[in-house]
């Protein structure tokens, strides 16, 4: 992958902390307990998406920076016209 867009929807956001065990260096919990981004770019690409997906709320949007491709969580694919 390249470069990382990373975000944190703090209204879904439950500060269960997963993020920021698997992450530390990218994700930090806030003054209330929620996790903020502190340097997408400061794990590796794989340790990002994990950290994404091991959120229960899915409250992390993981998207790459160049192609605006959103990672996590997956886009619903779209269903061809009947």
Do not use: H
């Amino acid at each position: 992958m390249s470069r990382l867009r990373v975000s944190v929807n703090s209204g879904k956001c439950q500060a269960y902390g997963r993020c920021t065990a698997i992450a530390p260096a990218v994700f930090t919990p806030g003054p209330d307990g929620k996790a903020t981004v502190l340097q997408p770019d400061a794990a590796p690409d794989e340790e990002v998406v994990k950290a994404a997906r091991s959120c229960p709320y899915r409250a992390i949007t993981v998207t790459v920076d160049a192609t605006n491709e959103q990672v996590f969580p997956p886009l619903p694919k779209s269903q061809p016209p009947k």
